[in-house]
């Protein structure tokens, strides 16, 4: 475990005037009991190295050690590694002892993201995908510890998800949680179809921000972002600047803000099933040996063109005002302007429909 911290630390580590904590992220379903030490490789031989002992119950764990503390032990102009060694007795070892790492390194706490963002840092663009956080945001408690029958989920964060995906915008997840038991506590709560392309995993939440974007094949700046830790909102806003992120104790908040009410049209609360369509064909793709263009084919999908009329403006204009990969001009036409587009006998304006 030595070496394979060595070239992460030294690569990664701080200046001295910039890190104030060392964060070790760990995950273990039994009781944890494990020996820290750091010290540089050739610092100076009269200092004694840093020396922590971590004991947790079994579960996810943050744990953040003051940078006062391991300072004085440490050469910082050296390379240094780190020992992370199981308490275990003679008796435990016969049995196999597996832990999950997530971080391992210096970090810098401050300064923190403000305790509520202003509106006016929101995006112009609409959101269409919320990513929640699961412990402590979603529910109160965390699974992995206090088990499902003794979490609950937030008051009112059913009625908040449900209208969000009524008015088009789709929810997912991003949780550092055990997968299989937090997908089946999801389901038991009747809320898993709710959530598409989650990503429930030990990695770190950026990488899982920037995974949902792509599955989803939108903008970072039309996706937002709720979590309880100030160091997973930190992480989330220092690698995607574009993400709008949010405390778990805004969720209320959130269906009154323009950002997340939307024009909106019939089709506005079928979105998700778009995407959760999307969902499964990208899973049939990844089996599919072939070419891609022989794949769409088999998916058999029937497109429908048509002559804009003002029967269909409600969709029409909400797709004007969400499209933005296809708009090349970047005008966004008003209600009004693309109602005169349509009555203008001098411009011929068409709009796809997929059929069923």
């Not at 969000?164 to 089946?184: E, F, P, Q, Y």
Request: charged share 25%; glycine share 4%; aromatic share 10%.
């Amino acid at each position: 475990m030595a070496t394979r911290y060595k070239n992460y630390l030294s690569q990664s580590m701080m200046p001295k005037q910039c890190a104030d904590a060392f964060l070790i992220e760990i995950y273990c379903e039994t009781k944890i009991d494990l020996s820290i030490v750091i010290r540089a490789i050739k610092g100076k031989l009269n200092k004694i190295p840093f020396q922590y002992r971590l004991q947790k119950a079994a579960g996810y764990h943050q744990v953040f050690i003051p940078f006062k503390s391991i300072a004085p032990h440490v050469d910082f102009q050296e390379m240094h590694f780190i020992n992370i060694i199981p308490n275990r007795s003679e008796a435990e070892e016969v049995n196999p002892l597996t832990v999950v790492f997530g971080f391992v390194g210096f970090i810098q706490q401050s300064p923190q993201l403000q305790e509520r963002i202003s509106l006016d840092a929101l995006p112009n663009k609409s959101i269409k995908v919320l990513v929640w956080d699961l412990d402590n945001t979603l529910w109160d408690g965390v699974l992995v510890e206090d088990g499902a029958d003794r979490i609950q989920l937030k008051k009112g964060i059913t009625e908040v998800i449900k209208t969000l995906d009524a008015r088009g915008i789709v929810s997912s997840i991003a949780s550092k949680n055990d997968h299989d038991r937090a997908w089946a506590h999801l389901s038991a709560l009747g809320l898993a179809a709710y959530f598409v392309f989650p990503e429930i995993n030990w990695g770190p939440k950026s990488q899982s921000i920037q995974r949902i974007a792509e599955n989803f094949n939108v903008g970072k700046d039309t996706i937002a972002f709720i979590d309880d830790s100030a160091f997973e909102r930190n992480e989330v806003k220092n690698i995607h600047p574009e993400v709008s992120i949010f405390k778990h104790s805004d969720y209320m908040t959130l269906t009154e803000l323009a950002a997340f009410s939307p024009q909106t049209s019939s089709e506005s609360a079928l979105r998700r099933s778009f995407y959760v369509a999307q969902q499964k064909r990208s899973t049939v793709r990844c089996g599919f040996d072939g070419e891609y263009g022989e794949f769409i084919k088999t998916c058999n999908i029937q497109l429908q063109i048509r002559c804009a009329q003002l029967t269909f403006i409600d969709r029409i204009h909400e797709l004007v005002q969400r499209t933005n990969q296809m708009n090349f001009s970047a005008t966004r036409y008003d209600r009004e302007m693309l109602m005169q587009l349509i009555q203008d006998q001098s411009v011929a304006t068409f709009f796809f429909k997929r059929n069923g």
